[in-house]
């Protein structure tokens, strides 16, 4: 059996996808007066006003996390499998080949931003994904209310005081051995450290290790 992240019509719109990603760095120069303040803990970021600044911010996994997003979820079987901040989609397109290639399996998204929400469904369909994917457009605190159990896995790479609250919804719903990957540790690294904390605290049911790939991913698992 191939994986699905070889089909012609995936590489070439993830091709398409992580090289329009690499001009961020322009894009979140516009932002950074509303990140840097978060960034060093000096006062928290105006999410409405920076959600309409980031509209055209790819902020993606790289391809070396899409790859683990991949192989995770083959190796653990995922069938239904939670997104939190899907923005264009690229990381949704790895979850969603393993999501197939796991036989008929489901990647339920959330995105807040209407303009990624629409970006996100067109390169889903794209790549031939958009029967694997069910992006919610909304608060994911509303929208991920109603995710079924069970979950086998979670990746967690919106806004980062929401990773908890998120996580507080989901976990209930978590299956034995359920994976939760969250992106950004060192990039935010004081506003995710009560995440973080949480994680590697074993008395909350995970074990967990940050794994020094790209912006830092902390990879948990969910001991049931």
């Avoid at 995770?72 to 901040?85: K, L, N, P, T, W």
């Avoid at 973080?196 to 605290?201: A, C, P, R």
């Amino acid at each position: 059996m191939t994986s699905s992240l070889h089909a012609p019509e995936v590489i070439r719109t993830l091709d398409r996808l992580h090289r329009a990603a690499r001009t961020d760095m322009f894009r979140i120069a516009l932002v950074a007066p509303f990140v840097v303040p978060d960034f060093f803990g000096f006062r928290k970021v105006d999410d409405a006003r920076l959600s309409k600044r980031m509209r055209s911010v790819y902020v993606p996994v790289s391809r070396s996390q899409g790859q683990l997003l991949y192989l995770v979820a083959r190796s653990i079987d995922a069938r239904r499998i939670v997104e939190f901040g899907t923005s264009f989609g690229i990381s949704t397109i790895y979850l969603a080949a393993a999501a197939r290639d796991n036989g008929d399996g489901l990647v339920i998204g959330s995105e807040n931003e209407p303009s990624k929400h629409a970006a996100a469904n067109e390169n889903l369909r794209e790549a031939g994904l958009a029967a694997h994917v069910d992006v919610r457009l909304g608060d994911a605190l509303q929208t991920l209310t109603t995710v079924e159990a069970p979950i086998d896995m979670v990746l967690l790479d919106g806004w980062k005081d929401l990773y908890l609250p998120i996580l507080e919804i989901l976990k209930p719903k978590l299956r034995p051995r359920a994976v939760v990957l969250a992106d950004n540790i060192y990039t935010f690294k004081k506003a995710l450290r009560p995440y973080v904390e949480y994680m590697q605290n074993t008395d909350n049911g995970f074990v967990s290790s940050t794994l020094d790939i790209a912006d830092g991913f902390e990879l948990s698992v969910f001991m049931g």
